[in-house]
């Protein structure tokens, strides 16, 4: 049912993903901070089109900070964010919002507005003097509300929902945008895990149908399941990039999280598995002899 409904968004998709195989997203030497201190420093990253990539990395350790400076919320000191080849800050901001869109972490909709209001302004970067609001928006509209199953709750005010239908009105409104470029911040925040597979789900098919698609997540597992290119951070700083495959190994997540753990082979799918090691419940035999070096 997702597919039909993301094949009928996908008609009135913008965005121009450029040559196949180049970068939707790249950060040139970005330093980026809050105040006098400095998050990110020097980092070079680039995006592959066509693909899911999902930022992982110890707590504060700048994934936040990184999406916002790559959707133009945060301005670098120094470096450049390039959007399909263009510098995004010499671009309109409505231009942007035609080829990008974001769902922040933990985003807040004003008093009493309705979620199909909501959803509704996922559209006005398509308004304009000459373009007001049609008949093809509210079909737009309607088929976002649908994929992320919150159609009964179109009359409903934001602030009276649950944190996990309120995490899927927000998604419903990005997908309303109808950009082929989506940054997702956290997008499985306040969902039990059952709500959670369904959003990644819904993302798989959103990438299945073409996007490009940047999350950041905390959960290492679904992070590996879900994504075709990981970017491991750590300190500010880019630790690895690749595929799951290539990336996650004991070693890595010892020198990234200071988590010790084996990698297995996914019983029911085709990337690694992590299982961390603590100090109960864990067979002596699988406590590895040494940690490993930082």
């Known amino acids: 049912m997702a597919a039909q409904?993301?094949?009928?968004?996908?008609?009135?998709?913008?965005?121009?993903?450029g040559a196949e195989?180049?970068?939707?997203?790249?950060?040139?030497?970005?330093?980026?901070?809050?105040?006098?201190?400095?998050?990110?420093?020097?980092?070079?990253?680039?995006?592959?089109?066509?693909?899911?990539?999902?930022?992982?990395?110890?707590?504060?350790?700048?994934?936040?900070?990184?999406?916002?400076?790559?959707?133009r919320l945060l301005k670098p000191s120094k470096g450049a964010i390039v959007l399909d080849g263009q510098d995004i800050d010499k671009l309109r901001t409505r231009d942007v919002a035609k080829k990008l869109g974001l769902l922040p972490q933990a985003p807040v909709a004003p008093d009493g507005l309705t979620v199909a209001d909501l959803v509704a302004r996922g559209r006005h970067p398509h308004q304009s003097w000459l373009r007001q609001w049609s008949?093809?928006?509210?079909?737009?509209?309607?088929?976002?509300?649908?994929?992320?199953?919150?159609a009964d709750?179109?009359?409903r005010p934001v602030d009276s929902l649950s944190g996990?239908?309120?995490?899927?009105?927000?998604?419903?409104m990005t997908l309303a945008q109808g950009t082929d470029l989506l940054l997702l911040d956290e997008p499985t925040t306040y969902l039990d895990l059952a709500h959670a597979i369904d959003v990644l789900?819904?993302?798989?098919?959103?990438?299945?149908?073409?996007?490009?698609?940047?999350?950041?997540?905390h959960d290492l597992n679904l992070a590996t399941r879900y994504s075709d290119n990981l970017i491991v951070m750590k300190e500010?700083?880019?630790?690895?990039?690749?595929?799951?495959?290539?990336?996650?190994?004991?070693e890595l997540l010892y020198e990234a999280f200071g988590l010790t753990a084996r990698v297995i082979d996914d019983p029911v799918g085709d990337r690694p598995l992590i299982v961390p090691i603590g100090r109960a419940h864990v067979r002596l035999d699988q406590i590895p002899a040494k940690e490993f070096s930082s």
């Open 21 to 71: 195989g180049e970068p939707r997203l790249t950060a040139r030497g970005v330093s980026v901070g809050y105040g006098d201190r400095t998050v990110i420093d020097g980092l070079d990253v680039a995006i592959p089109p066509g693909v899911i990539t999902t930022i992982i990395g110890p707590n504060g350790c700048g994934k936040s900070t990184l999406l916002r400076t790559l959707t």
């Open 5 to 17: 409904f993301i094949t009928e968004i996908d008609s009135g998709v913008d965005g121009g993903p």
């Open 153 to 155: 709750l179109a009359a």
């Open 164 to 172: 996990g239908q309120r995490q899927r009105v927000w998604i419903s």
């Open 135 to 150: 008949s093809d928006d509210a079909g737009v509209v309607e088929r976002a509300l649908a994929m992320t199953g919150v």
């Open 236 to 250: 500010g700083s880019v630790l690895a990039q690749g595929h799951p495959r290539e990336v996650i190994t004991a």
């Open 201 to 217: 789900d819904l993302v798989d098919d959103l990438h299945e149908s073409g996007r490009t698609v940047v999350m950041v997540l």
